[in-house]
Structure formats: C-alpha cells, structure tokens
C-alpha cells in the first residue's frame, strides 16, 4: 500500500533563509510523487511531481525536490524563502489502479515565513 | 477564470438536514475527482467519475452520500441527514485525457461544511 508522511506539521523560517519540507513515502512499486500547496481560500496547486525520469525535480516558484529511493524520501527544498510562500504544504504518492489515480496526501506542512 | 468552480464557497447547516455542493469542472475534462479534507489533515479521495460514469467509490462514501455527475459536464454532492462528523472542506478536482500516472488534477477551491 502507499502511503506518506511529512515528518514535521509546521516549520517557521525567516525571509530569504531556505526552506527544507521532509516528507518519507512508502510504495510497494515505483512511485509517482507529488508536492501540492494550497494557499488560503484557493485551490491546491501542483508545485511538481516526481515520475521516474530525473530524481532532482524542478518545479514552480524555486521549489525543487529530490527523489531518494536508498531513504524513501522525497523532501522540497526552496534556497530563498519569500513572504508569498507562506501556505499549507502537501507531500503526495498516486496509485494508479482500475485506469485512475488515487492521490494519497501526507497530514501537510504549514509553512510560516517571517520578515 | 475557467478554473475548477465549486459551489457554495460555504455551507452551515444543522445536524440532520440534506446539503447538497455543485462542482464545475474545467470545460472538456472528461475526469472529475471529489475529496474531502478534515481539519489539520490532507484531502482523502472520495469518489471519482470518468464523463457521466462513476467508477469508484471510497468506504468514506456512506450511504448517506451520493454523487452524480449527469451528461459528464457539472457534478453534485449530496449529503443526506448531515452529522456533525460530516464537517470538513469539500474538494473537487478534474482532469483531462488518458489516465496515466502522469495526469495532472485541477482542483477547486472547495466548499467548507459546517454541521452544528
């Protein structure tokens, strides 16, 4: 079964410091991997996803992950926070079974950015 | 905005009465996705329809939901005799073409439930 877990439920950094979100899967195949954010009172954004091709992936706004097969990890990383990153954070592993996918989310990461 | 759009944005109801959400999704996305988030915790996969049919149901359906998507375009939500366990942020997501682990989910705002 998949699974996964953001290992902290808030991280606080200051503006212009980097972001580091820790998120550990569990998959019985290879995975799909996500990051999703949602800021408040809008939809939840694709930010990027992971799909077997390169394990450093790039996504939008300077966020980047790293797929860690050997630590079953896959944490986003940012090198600059920015005030605008403030938001609700979610690490996502994709079952793909009966011709759908079944997004399973971590508990999420609440991400405070201070001046 | 030709975004996902669900309906309303809010909903208080009391315990025991029949609400029912609206979901539009993006214009041609044949695949529309429902969930629901609790508080402090990620969206859980509810139900999902591929155009008008639905093809999977979670445990977390019980039978007081019921979910519709007539002529593959809008989908309604429907929950009968609410509890106040119903409580929780309503997500809609749609999608396009074949599935594959590459598909990308639109998801709307949501429509956050209120049961007192």
């Known amino acids: 079964a998949q699974s996964v877990t953001q290992l902290d439920s808030h991280v606080s950094v200051s503006e212009g410091t980097p972001v580091l979100l820790r998120c550990n899967y569990s998959s019985s195949y290879s995975p799909s991997l996500f990051w999703y954010v949602q800021h408040p009172n809008k939809g939840l954004q694709l930010l990027l996803k992971y799909t077997s091709a390169a394990t450093l992936v790039k996504g939008i706004n300077g966020f980047e992950a790293e797929f860690k097969k050997s630590e079953t990890s896959f944490h986003l990383t940012k090198p600059s926070a920015h005030m605008s990153d403030a938001a609700e954070y979610f690490c996502v592993v994709s079952r793909f079974s009966g011709g759908y996918n079944k997004l399973i989310f971590g508990a999420g990461t609440r991400l405070a950015v201070h001046p | 905005d030709t975004g996902v759009s669900q309906d309303p944005r809010h909903k208080i109801t009391k315990r025991g009465q029949n609400v029912t959400f609206r979901c539009d999704p993006i214009?041609?996305?044949?695949?529309l996705y429902w969930y629901r988030q609790t508080l402090g915790q990620g969206p859980e996969f509810l139900t999902y329809f591929q155009n008008e049919a639905q093809l999977e149901k979670s445990r977390l359906l019980s039978d007081r939901f019921s979910a519709e998507r007539p002529k593959g375009s809008f989908s309604t939500l429907e929950i009968q005799r609410t509890e106040q366990g119903d409580s929780a942020m309503y997500l809609c997501?749609?999608?396009?073409?074949?599935?594959?682990?590459?598909?990308?989910?639109?998801f709307g705002s949501g429509t956050q439930l209120s049961v007192l």
């Open positions: 997501a749609s999608s396009l073409g074949i599935p594959t682990t590459n598909e990308k989910l639109f």
């Open positions: 214009s041609e996305h044949n695949r």
